[in-house]
C-alpha cells in the first residue's frame, strides 16, 4: 500500500523568508509525486509534479520541490515566502506500475505573516 | 477549457432528504474522480470511473452512497438517505488517460460542493 506522510499540521513563516512544507512518502516501485495547493473555499489545484528526471522539480508561483529518493521525501520549498502563499498545501503519491490512484496527505497549513 | 464544473456550490439539505451532487469532468479526460473532505478525516477517494465505467468503489461509505456516469461528459454522485455525517466539501477531479511514463497523469479538481445536512 502507498502512503503519504507530512508530519506538520501547520508551518508558519514570516514574509520574505524561505518556506518548505515536508513530505514523505511509500510506495512500491518508482514514485511519482505531487503537490496541490487549496485557497480557501477552492478546489485543489496542482503546483508541480515528479516523474522522473532531475530531482529538484519547479512550479507554479515559484514553487519547487526536492525528490529524494535515499530518504523517501518530496519536500516543497520557495526561497521567499509570499502572505498570499498562505493555503493549505497537499503532497500525493502514486506508483508507477500499472494505473494506480493518488494517494494524498492529510496537508500541511502554511502561514505566512506579514 | 473551463474546467471540471460541479454544481452546485453549496447545498444545505435536511435528514433523510435526497442529494444528487453534479460533475463535468474536462473535455476528453478518461478519468473522473468523486473526494469528500472533512477536518477530521482529510481527503478521500470515493470512487473513480475510466471511460464511463467505475473501477473501483471500495471508499464509498455506504450503500447509501452511489455515483453514475452515464456519459463522458457527466457524473452524479447521490446520497440517499442524507445523514449529518455526511456533511463535508465533494470534489469532483479528472485526468487524461496516463501517456508515456505518466507525463499527462495529472488530476484537475473541480471547486467542490459544501454539502450541509442537518
Known amino acids: 500500500a502507498q502512503s503519504v506522510a507530512q508530519p506538520e499540521d501547520q508551518v508558519n513563516v514570516a514574509e520574505g523568508n524561505p518556506l518548505t512544507v515536508k513530505c514523505t512518502y511509500s510506495v512500491s516501485g518508482n514514485p511519482y509525486l505531487f503537490w496541490y495547493v487549496q485557497y480557501p473555499n477552492r478546489g485543489l489545484q496542482f503546483l508541480l509534479k515528479y516523474i522522473t528526471g532531475d530531482n529538484l522539480v519547479k512550479g507554479s508561483y515559484g514553487f519547487e520541490a526536492e525528490f529524494n529518493k535515499s530518504q523517501t521525501s518530496f519536500h516543497l520549498k520557495k526561497p521567499s515566502a509570499l502572505v498570499s502563499d498562505s493555503a493549505l498545501y497537499f503532497c500525493a503519491v502514486k506508483g508507477n506500475s500499472g494505473y494506480s490512484t493518488l494517494t494524498f496527505g492529510k496537508g500541511t497549513m502554511l502561514l505566512v505573516s506579514p | 477549457d473551463a474546467g471540471v464544473i460541479q454544481s452546485p456550490r453549496h447545498e444545505v439539505t435536511e435528514m433523510g432528504q435526497e442529494v444528487t451532487l453534479r460533475c463535468k469532468p474536462i473535455?476528453?479526460?478518461?478519468?473522473l474522480f468523486w473526494y469528500r473532505q472533512t477536518m477530521m478525516r482529510g481527503l478521500e477517494l470515493l470512487i473513480y470511473f475510466n471511460n464511463n465505467v467505475p473501477i473501483d468503489d471500495s471508499g464509498m461509505p455506504e450503500d447509501r452512497f452511489s455515483a453514475k456516469m452515464p456519459n463522458a461528459s457527466f457524473s452524479t454522485l447521490k446520497i440517499q438517505p442524507s445523514e449529518p455525517r455526511d456533511s463535508a466539501v465533494y470534489f469532483c477531479?479528472?485526468?487524461?488517460?496516463?501517456?508515456?511514463?505518466?507525463?499527462?497523469?495529472?488530476?484537475?479538481f473541480g471547486p467542490g460542493t459544501r454539502l450541509t445536512v442537518l
Open positions: 473535455s476528453g479526460h478518461d478519468y
Open positions: 477531479a479528472s485526468n487524461e488517460l496516463p501517456g508515456l511514463a505518466g507525463l499527462t497523469d495529472t488530476q484537475y
